[in-house]
């Protein structure tokens, strides 16, 4: 491998990280504070990459600008999701809430599917086509944006986490649920807000790359695997390791494709992935949000 | 409460009985002999319809391929029924039997059964290898003709089956064509490209066509630098875009599907890689109707070592017109295949004068037609059921459109060779 | 109690005479709800008594069609000998797995995730090697002789796949009444608990899951010989993982009759779905969602479960009601 691809490989592997990252960080906090793996995370990405090219295409708005309006609207979804549906489940066992998220996750899918064709669709927005030049090295536009969207949400979100009232109630009822109760919060309000907040971060992985892919109803099932990978491997319920989990596997996906032939490097993140589970399932930072 | 269990078992039977009910006409014991509903014939058969099948994906990524191609189909049945329907059989009207594949062999084999079953003479389809292996074996076992409009496998033909036929060209005369049009692109335009990168997806569909361009590139003075598989779905190729920027190749191929092939182009221009020449073959993106029209940002110059419609004929502007027409779509060349297919289906049951299968099947086994859309000569069939005459032609995307610039009596205009 | 085997005894009957008034769809319907509800048998033995949730079975069930389709096509070795060698690799890897997992003390959530991704792993890698054709597949050629596992018509198969069924339906039974059905349920239920009564949890969990792996394997040759041909997109798809746990799932985990009933219930379903709505893509997926939903949230403990609930509530009630009069008359 030449240096340049070496580098180029580099460049490119951070920016898609910075995708994996934000998806990765809506599953997290879903997880960290409710304990439930949210097969459906990819799937309400979808719907988010949906109202953004609709809001494009119908609406001629800028899909930075819909961001926003798909992130509300999957707020509510998801809250009215764990309103109606994972509620009931909360003490279940683990691979119960599993399945359940899975077929959640099969009924949107499916019925964007009925709804909207399986057609892939794409958007072309004329100020995001040029992709940067720096010297020999070569940036993507919207890539770069979604990279530095998602570290601020990363950021935002810690902050959030840390120092406001309604983020500590949520770490508090994710750490002790009597506890909280005792004092005054209701963690069922919690729990809408915080699965509302996960959905809407996927929603927001989704706008940021409908300038960037094609998308279609099933796009769920590409990112699913490697974010669970990289949730795993930044500690589950970690924000910042999501984040930084995510740059990880999008440079070893990166690194790897440039290595090796064939499309063996889909094998380097499945690896990684049981490699931490075996060995370090807490993951490189530990969990806790 | 034993009574719960059998009220459950009784509902179970119940449901499906049911589920016979609600589909197709009725279901009779079928074997590998012919169906008893077909009348014993002597080219003085009376019946009011005749039907025959289509088995396309109109569910899943492919539907909308899958959904023109039945159309396609369609307007051939129409085109036969405005003109007083099948004239051998007393006018009887063609009726279309329409099933989803979803893509999937286990659907395929069912649905043939299903289409036998409802009565069907013939079946076209489908549309990929995995499906046509799977369904043309279960056609086989009952003895129902089967036409592949579209299968590339080499494989699908060379099972020693009598109830397979196909349009396509078999996959292994895709990377000859472009082995043997390249050099004759270098001679006639005055250029030496010989380098090759050749980006594929990675099904049999991608795989089976990069195995035979390695193996036979040498021999027609091309080098083949490297071989870049990718899921179809993929949603990320810079990885690859990045080693072909690092090995700088004279040409670019690619064997994609519509999706992939459309990021591989977008993502080509964006990291600033120029080849001298970007062809398909078979690429499911650089033939895609829409892709060509909508894409002209991306898609100059781009050429495709692909099945075509003649350009040079009268018949397919007029097919390809009714076609826009009733369907507001364009023609694309899959269509166009399953269209062939039809005629093929339908000259052949002319011909034959009967419902009878294997009498259908020894009909299109001699069918020799020479009015067709497609790009080659005479539709003729070998032993093994191919269409031996097909074969892929050079396009060339240039201004929003396609044209066929390479080999002789199909040819429309000069290509641009190499990209400017 | 009569009545029980009387009601098996019924419906074994319905199920051998079935060809006898089915059509050829519906065989095939029957058949491939057959293999379905063998191969959820299979992953019953793991994933219902021990409750260590399954989510890449089809990793066992690929090895399967894969090991007795190369033996045959590039050794001539014959395919009910293959089904058995296939199935000995799959109890290997499946020993692999276990270790792996087990050893290293992952449980719930976390063991899924790792079989899902063992499931992709051996997926990506025979997709990417050349032996096994990468995703061109491997075709049988036809050859119609039972003997080689091949047969005229679709009824032999449905006899083979339903004998099948049969033989692993009385190994779970067995299983559930031995010594290591009870370890297996007690590990289940809580798996401390159990340790430190004595039960070698270790040692159960990795017989449960190489034999799980093992069984699977045996449906992964006679999809293999029903289709005649076998690719990684078919055979190691996470689909096939689905396929395998829904009719568990439904019908009820860790029962014997749950895989079988709720295989019944799943695959006809699915198949009446996609027929009603045929010119509405995914409905039969909206519809397993929905199924899936609905069963978690009201009925956990799956169709029997449900019922062996209710059939104990009565014997309860009954002997309460029993026990009363007894007091009031006494």
Redesign the interface.
Known sequence: MSLWLFIQSLIDGLLMGGIYSIMAIGLTLIFGVMGIINFAQGALMMLGMYVTYWAFTLAGIDPYLSLPLSAIALFILGALIQKGVLERVMDAPDHNILLITFGIMMIIENTALVLFSPDFRSITVPWLSETIKMGDYVVSKPKLIAFFISMSVALLLYWFLQKSYLGKAIRGTANNKIGAALVGIKSKRINYITFGLGAAIAAIAGSLMTPIISISPSIGHTFILKTFVVVVLGGLGNVLGAFVGGLIIGVSEALAGAAFSGTLNELVIYVIFVLILIFRPKGIFGGGS | ??R???L??AL?FA??L???G??KDN??????QQDEATEETSGSEQVDVIKIGSLHP???????EGQEMRDAIQLAIDEVNENGGIKSLGGAKVELIDS?S?NN??KG??EV??MA?AGVVGIIGPYTT?VA??AT?EA?RIGVPFIVDVGS?D?ITE?GFKYTFRIQPPASKFPEAFLKYVPQLNEEYGVELKTVINAHE???FG??MANVLKENAAAAGLEVL??????F????L???V??I??QNPDIVSATTY??DG??LVETLI???VKPKAIIGMASGAFSNAKFIREQT?INQYIMDVNYAMNPNSELTEEVKKKYEEKYNKGLGPNAAISYTAAKVLLDAIERAGSTDRDKIREAIAETRLTDHILAQEEIVFDETGQNVNAQPVVNQIIDGRSYVVMPEPYKERDAVYPLP | MKKKWVLIGLLLVFLFTFPLYSTNYLLHIGIITLMFAFASQAWNIISGYSGQFSFGHAAFFGVGAYTSTVLLVEYNVNPWIGMFIGAIIAAAIAFVLGFLTFRYKLKGAYFSLTTLAFAEILRVFVKNTDFFRKTMGIMIPLDINPFWYQFQTRVGYYYTILILTIIITVIVYLISRSRLGFNLIAIRENEDAAQSLGVRTFKNKMIAITLSGGLTAFAGTFYAQYLLFVKPETVFASDISVSILMPAIVGGVGTVAGPIVGSFIVTPLGELTSQMFSNLAGTNLIAYGVIIIIIILFMPEGVVGRYHDWVNRRKKGNKETQEQKESVTS
């Open positions: 409460m034993k719960l269990s059998l459950l078992f179970f449901l499906i049911a589920a016979c609600e589909s279901f009779r014991e079928t074997d590998s109109l569910t899943g990524p492919q539907a909308s989803d979803e062999p286990e084999i069912a059964q299903t079953n995995a292996l799977a074996q086989e496998a494989a099972r990675d099904s049999d795989t089976g490297d071989t870049l598989p990718h899921p779905d993929t949603a990320d810079s990885s690859d990045n080693k920027k690092a519509l999706n459309q990021l964006g990291a600033n940002d």
